[in-house]
């Protein structure tokens, strides 16, 4: 898991490799095969997928609303599968996974394929079924993901997704200026994600909190929920301390009640409009004595916190890629000290090909 975490500089770089296009201040996606008209006609985005790839299209929806203003939803393709869903000809479908081999993706796929829809792939495993049954998309080429858990495949397909956006972005109302920024940003992440991978000491301090805990919560508002999402998946995954994420909003309508002294709360706290809103969530948290850590921007947070990490700031549609990166190593440095099987943890297998 560690070796993987560290390889995300270069993962990311074989994501953006041959896709960024400067010229017309957009992005170029040859696997897609589908051609702008089509694109156009699209009224909706539907991504399916389980587990991380579910999360990480949570990301991905998040970005394609932002950058092309379309509505976009992620749902876990596992229960779009029984639920006989609602199948339309002008909704985009993107499958996402890792593996490729995951069966409830793979029904789904070819559920939306059988009702006549258009869909396609964002894959790590090159001709794998979900690939080929989607027959075209986007290769994340982040190399073979070995360890149980989801890390650099994470990370690459988010930044696939910021790719897709701004190619949809650039169809429609996305300005040449907006998408010149993005694409700046986007090839500023590798070194970025160095800085943070350097910060490993302080992160495996932090877990030690995590690590005497049984239960720990991770908060997040719009962009920052799926974030918090992840981290809580990582750490109860490699760690099996019991971890829930709230949007931060929903904290008052019931999981208040949980936050004591022995229960810590991870925020995602990134500099943007809700800032504020969110250094209210941690005075709501610390008003009932339970320890605060946060994952935000180089700037003094304004109320006291029992931990902070900051992480370099990128443009406010790709933050939340960069904010996730320290919890990898966080839930990392928890299963360490806590001494489980981190690459193979109990009960999970890399690829879930049965229902
Ligand atoms: C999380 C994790 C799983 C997978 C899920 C989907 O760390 O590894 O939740 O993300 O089983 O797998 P793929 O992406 O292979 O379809």
Do not use: W
Request: with cysteine; hydrophobic share 45%.
């Amino acid at each position: 898991m560690r070796k993987e975490i560290a390889e995300q500089p270069d993962a990311i770089r074989r994501v953006l490799s041959g896709r960024l296009e400067p010229r017309f201040s957009t992005t170029h996606l040859g696997g897609l095969e589908l051609a702008a008209r089509e694109l156009l006609e699209a009224k909706r985005v539907k991504i399916l997928g389980c587990g991380s790839a579910y999360i990480a299209g949570c990301v991905g929806a998040q970005l394609i609303e932002q950058l092309a203003r379309i509505p976009a939803h992620a749902e876990p393709a596992s229960e779009f599968r029984y639920r006989n869903p609602v199948i339309e000809a002008d909704t985009l479908y993107i499958a996402v996974s890792q593996s490729g081999e995951t069966f409830d993706t793979l029904s789904a796929v070819q559920e939306v394929k059988r009702k006549g829809a258009r869909v396609f792939g964002i894959i790590n495993s090159v001709g794998s079924t979900i690939a080929r049954e989607c027959g075209r998309g986007l290769y994340l080429h982040a190399g073979p993901e070995v360890a149980v858990v989801s890390t650099k495949t994470f990370t690459s397909t988010a930044v696939a997704f910021a790719l897709f956006a701004i190619y949809l972005g650039r169809l429609r109302d996305l300005s040449a200026a907006n998408g010149a920024r993005l694409l700046a940003a986007l090839s500023a992440l590798p070194a970025q994600v160095e800085a943070i991978l350097a910060q490993e000491d302080r992160i495996a301090t932090i877990a030690t909190a995590f690590a005497k805990t049984r239960d720990a919560y991770f908060v997040g508002r719009a962009a920052g929920y799926p974030v918090a999402m992840e981290g809580a998946l990582k750490l109860k995954e490699v760690s099996y301390v019991h971890a829930e994420a709230y949007p931060a909003s929903e904290l008052k309508h019931g999981p208040l009640a949980l936050i004591a002294p022995e229960t810590p709360t991870l925020i995602v706290l990134p500099r943007d409009d809700l800032f504020s809103k969110n250094v209210s969530t941690i005075e709501e948290i610390r008003a009932r004595r339970g320890p605060t850590y946060v994952v935000t921007h180089p700037q003094p947070v304004p109320v006291p916190v029992d931990g902070v990490i900051e992480v370099p700031k990128s443009e406010p549609e790709l933050d939340p890629i960069l904010l996730n990166l320290p919890l990898q190593l966080l839930a990392y440095h928890v299963a360490l000290q806590r001494g489980t099987d981190i690459d193979k943890p109990r009960n999970l297998a890399k690829s879930v090909t049965v229902e």
